[in-house]
């Protein structure tokens, strides 16, 4: 056989039919480029989708954070591996200190009320007056309490009946707790991870975004992108500001009050101050508590100044700090913290708003482009500038 020969391809038909004349593509290679991009994001998000909690989590606190690490990477000479274990560092220490704090504080109550709870199995206790003399279900309330509390050793046999029949959910719910524990460790872990990452290489991430999104959207991606930082910014500092001081200034009102473990209640009321409606519904039932014990004036006193601080709080400084740069109303901020707690826990708190921000934004942007293009139309259809519906909008509304 001939070297001409062996390079001539063959006519004679293939599996799957003869072959083609003509080498035009049947899909063009950029919409093939497009489609397997697409295909390979769902692919990673399907398989990785365990990693989006904490890679969120490290997005919002990198937001959050960047201008103070950019003040950093200004004083370290500008490198960003030592500047991202830094700032890793300084979160570690900010997350760490707080929270054994609060171990050990905690700690310390739970012995109290252990040791409570001893000594009162060992030789009883009268019910409270304030219990007994609560409305409609007093007395109930005090034959449930010298039944299982009031008599000596009845704490003790309590325990031993509920604990020997439900002894598999006990177990079941050690063993779960012990589950979340760990996966909550997890968590912490790969968020600091991402953080270092989001840190080290944030800058140059965010330009090659700019890039792609200048290329999606070339008119409008500069204002549309710079809400979700600001956004982020501004919902994190205010939220965590916000129950920060909610927490201090409810927690000295309560240690002026009177209430039993002000410190405890303070820290509870603050976390609970990041759930819309927790702070008004903890200085509630502590006020509740006081006109029960016999201290309806220290009650009524907390519950009036904790309505007072809750609308000063919400009509003057939330509005300001919380919302971001596109200054979103009460409804889509209020729609926003419940609907992202509802579908993410805690870190909804912050990914709420900012997806309503986002969505805000999209209409806003929807109506100013319709409100540049009808003075454009109606000078193509040479139609006056007193009646275009934008003019008439603006008169009907003076």
Do not use: C
């Amino acid at each position: 056989m001939s070297a001409f020969e062996k390079k001539t391809p063959s006519k004679e038909p293939r599996w799957l039919g003869p072959v083609a004349s003509s080498s035009v593509a049947l899909i063009p290679s950029i919409s093939a480029a497009r489609w397997l991009l697409v295909l390979v994001v769902f692919a990673g998000i399907y398989f990785f989708h365990g990693f989006i909690v904490p890679v969120l989590a490290a997005l919002v606190i990198g937001f959050a954070s960047w201008p103070l690490y950019r003040r950093l990477l200004a004083r370290i000479g500008g490198s960003t591996t030592l500047g991202a274990t830094i700032a890793i560092l300084f979160i570690i220490t900010f997350l760490l200190v707080p929270i054994g704090i609060a171990i050990s504080y905690t700690t310390g109550e739970v012995r109290e009320w252990v040791g409570w709870a001893l000594e009162v199995n060992r030789i009883g206790a009268p019910t409270p007056e304030w219990i007994a003399t609560l409305p409609y279900a007093g007395s109930w309330l005090d034959n449930q309490w010298t039944s299982h509390i009031g008599v000596p050793g009845a704490i003790g046999e309590y325990i031993q009946i509920v604990s020997g029949a439900n002894i598999g959910n006990i177990y079941r719910a050690v063993v779960a707790a012990g589950g979340g524990a760990f996966h909550l460790v997890l968590t912490l872990l790969f968020m600091l991870i991402a953080l270092f990452f989001v840190y080290r290489d944030g800058a140059s991430f965010s330009r090659q975004i700019d890039l792609l999104g200048e290329r999606i959207l070339p008119s409008r991606w500069e204002r549309i992108s710079r809400v979700v930082p600001a956004t982020i910014s501004s919902t994190v500092t205010g939220m965590t500001l916000i129950a920060i001081g909610e927490g201090i200034v409810l927690g000295i009102a309560y240690w002026i009050a009177g209430v039993p473990s002000p410190v405890t209640l303070g820290v509870i009321t603050g976390v609970m101050a990041l759930i819309p409606g927790g702070a008004p519904l903890s200085f509630t039932l502590v006020s509740i508590y006081l006109v029960a014990s016999g201290s309806p004036f220290a009650g009524i006193a907390l519950l009036v100044w904790g309505s007072v601080e809750l609308f000063i709080v919400d009509k003057t400084v939330r509005p300001r700090l919380v919302g971001g740069p596109i200054k979103l109303p009460f409804l889509p901020t209020f729609f926003g913290l419940v609907g992202g707690v509802k579908t993410m826990g805690f870190l909804g708190l912050f990914i709420g708003p900012v997806l309503m921000a986002l969505l805000v934004a999209v209409w806003r942007e929807w109506v100013r482009e319709v409100e540049l293009s009808e003075p454009r139309e109606a000078e193509a259809a040479n139609i006056p500038a007193t009646e275009t519906p934008a003019a008439r909008r603006e008169v009907a509304s003076s």
